[in-house]
């Protein structure tokens, strides 16, 4: 590691990126909304039912990477996934496929959360 600047600018694996890597490793993990992730599995769930032999499309089975600007803190994440799992359990299995595609508003508000 170099800890100081070379020729232009800052040293390439100088002190700076070492602090921004370190300030990185404290932050808390960005993923995958949680109304995205509802509407996706959402999405999977539907998929399965209605062709229960054919294998999914796997853009409905990964995680994808949160978009720059468009993600949530994991632990928001999982309250929020929970909320809306527990909100799920109540109803029946008719009733949930039965559902429209925008049920994510059984996801609990920001303000709620």
Known sequence: MYTSARLRGRAQNGMADALAEWAALRAEPQVEPAADAVARLQALGRARWERPHCPPDL???????????????????????????????????????????????????????
């Not at 990964?62 to 799992?85: D, F, K, N, V």
């Open 59 to 113: 853009a409905m089975l990964e995680t994808p990477a949160p978009l720059p600007g468009r993600s949530q803190p994991i632990t928001a994440a999982l309250r929020a996934l929970r909320a809306h799992a527990e909100a799920l359990a109540a109803l029946s299995l008719a009733e949930r496929l039965d559902l429209p595609t925008s049920a994510p508003s059984l996801l609990p508000t920001p303000s709620a959360a």
